[in-house]
């Protein structure tokens, strides 16, 4: 009964590799973000779609692809993985009107040898 | 560049006392504040917010205040309980425009409780 739900929790992977993290939401919310949270703690925000519409795309390589299938749903798929990459990648929804109030995931750590 | 800072990596307070969290933000933008409180291996969650247009907001044992003028605000937390001891994010959006629904937080601040 979670109410934001990310796999894996650990991920880890040779450079170059192309990995996917998924996310699903029963909160019945409609929109979906994706944060990275970098080496330094920050928690900076990668993307947000909102009803499947990409509303928020910040400067993120693109080797970067969130995919959302259903509005409960956001997927991030990553290509030519880079050392660069390692961090930890929280998923998390609102509801539109509430956009500021987030509810997260409890993250996947992504290590890239 | 960045926008949210909280420059105390760490704070620990005995219990029952009051626990003074900070937040200093540069842009101006900004006219919707949150905290998050984050226990290991979980995400985030949400604890209290303000808009600009006030200074003050309360819920139970926890009062964020904001001073716009010095782009500070700061959140207390009275009594303090052990399972207070998290780590707090501070956060800001800027409502208009087409920033809406992304948010800029802070690097944290670790709380440490003690019985």
């Known amino acids: 009964d979670t109410a934001v739900s990310q796999t894996p929790k650990y991920l880890v992977t040779q450079m170059g590799n192309d990995k996917s993290i998924k996310c699903e939401q029963n909160?019945?919310?409609?929109?979906m973000y994706w944060y990275k949270q970098d080496s330094k703690k920050f928690l900076k925000i990668m993307f947000s779609y909102n009803n499947k519409e990409l509303i928020i795309n910040e400067t993120v390589p693109n080797r970067f692809s969130p995919k959302s299938p259903d509005k409960a749903h956001l997927n991030l798929h990553i290509n030519s993985l880079e050392l660069g990459d390692s961090a930890v990648y929280f998923c998390?929804?609102?509801?539109?009107?509430?956009?500021?109030?987030?509810?997260f995931g409890s993250g996947t750590q992504l290590s890239v040898l | 560049d960045q926008q949210v800072k909280q420059n105390s990596p760490s704070l620990s307070v005995q219990e029952g006392r009051i626990s003074i969290l900070n937040c200093d933000y540069t842009n101006s933008m900004f006219d919707y504040f949150l905290w998050y409180k984050k226990y290991p291996a979980e995400g985030p969650t949400f604890l209290i917010s303000i808009s600009s247009i006030k200074d003050k907001n309360e819920d139970g044992r926890f009062t964020v205040f904001l001073n716009k003028s010095a782009k500070h605000l700061s959140l207390h937390i009275v009594p303090s309980q052990p399972g207070d001891s998290a780590v707090y994010f501070c956060a800001a959006s800027a409502r208009g425009g087409t920033s809406y629904g992304k948010l800029t937080f802070g690097q944290g601040t670790i709380l440490t409780v003690h019985p």
């Open positions: 909160l019945g919310h409609d929109t």
């Open positions: 998390a929804s609102s509801l539109r009107g509430e956009g500021e109030k987030l509810f």
